[in-house]
């Protein structure tokens, strides 16, 4: 954090992070003891950890449409049937039957 300053001029968005592991730096005999703030700063700034959990969720969804796709499925409808997030609120019509009154 070079400056702890935003693009908008406010405080920055890991800077209560900064806070936290500046203050623990300052009080600790160690700088091992603040491991921890450390972490939770260098993951605000470069969100290493959440990218690896969506690179693993998106994985596993790539691994189940290739599943369905070999019981039969095509893949095309697969992977336009299923989104990495879904809440069920649209379902599709099965058989290609599209009815409209």
């Known amino acids: ?12 968005r890991c800077f209560a992070y900064w806070q936290e ?12 003891q603040c491991r921890l703030q450390a972490d939770d700063y260098l993951e605000c700034l ?5 990218i690896a959990r ?3 969720v998106k ?21 336009a049937d299923g989104v990495i997030v879904g ?3 649209i379902q599709r019509d099965q058989g290609g039957e599209g009815k409209h009154k």
Not at 60 to 72: L, M, S, V
């Open 54 to 56: 969506a690179k693993a």
């Open 1 to 12: 954090m070079a400056s702890g300053f935003s693009y908008t001029g406010g405080r920055s």
């Open 87 to 89: 809440v069920g609120l």
């Open 21 to 32: 592991f500046s203050k623990c730096y300052a009080e600790a005999d160690a700088p091992s």
């Open 46 to 50: 470069h969100h290493t950890k959440e």
């Open 59 to 79: 994985a596993e969804f790539i691994k189940q449409a290739e599943h369905h796709a070999k019981e039969g499925r095509k893949v095309a409808d697969v992977l």
